[in-house]
C-alpha cells in the first residue's frame, strides 16, 4: 500500500452493514484503512440516521460541515457542527441522526471490518 492517497481513489458506498434500513443510501462513505486504524469520509445527505448500536472500536467523528444530532447512551442529544468533535468509547451505545447535508472524517480503531463488503462476522450491534 502506498503512502499518498486521494480520496477519489476509494470507492464511495453505502455503509455495508446498515444496507436495507431506511435512509441507508443517504450515507455514503469512503474508506481508508491501515492494520491498526481506519479512517472514514462521511458524505450524509440531511435525513440520514444510524440507529443506536456499539462496537469494539474506538471512535471520532470531526465535523467538517452540516449539522447532526449525536446520542451517546443515555445522554441527551448534541447538536454537532463544523469544528465539532465527537468521541465514542469502545463498546459505548450510540446513535446519530443527519439534521442537514453533513460532511465529516470518523477516525476508528481497531478498524470496523464490519465495514467492508463480504465480511461474515458482525461486529455492530444494534440496540433496538
Not at 434500513?21 to 481506519?38: C, D, F, Q
Not at 460541515?65 to 468509547?89: D, F, N, Q, R, Y
Amino acid at each position: 500500500m502506498e503512502y499518498y492517497h486521494q480520496w477519489e481513489d476509494f470507492p464511495e458506498r453505502e455503509i455495508s452493514y446498515l444496507k436495507g434500513r431506511p435512509e441507508s443510501s443517504k450515507l455514503l462513505v469512503r474508506i481508508l484503512s491501515s492494520e491498526r486504524m481506519m479512517v472514514t469520509n462521511i458524505n450524509a445527505k440531511k435525513g440520514a440516521f444510524v440507529p443506536l448500536h456499539h462496537h469494539e472500536a474506538e471512535q471520532i467523528i470531526l465535523v467538517l460541515k452540516g449539522k447532526m444530532k449525536a446520542t451517546t447512551g443515555k445522554e441527551s442529544s448534541k447538536i454537532l457542527g463544523p469544528g465539532s468533535i465527537w468521541v465514542v468509547p469502545s463498546n459505548h451505545p450510540h446513535s446519530v441522526t443527519y439534521i442537514e447535508d453533513t460532511k465529516g472524517i470518523e477516525v476508528v480503531s481497531p478498524p470496523r471490518l464490519d465495514n467492508f463488503v463480504g465480511y461474515t462476522i458482525s461486529h455492530t450491534f444494534f440496540d433496538e
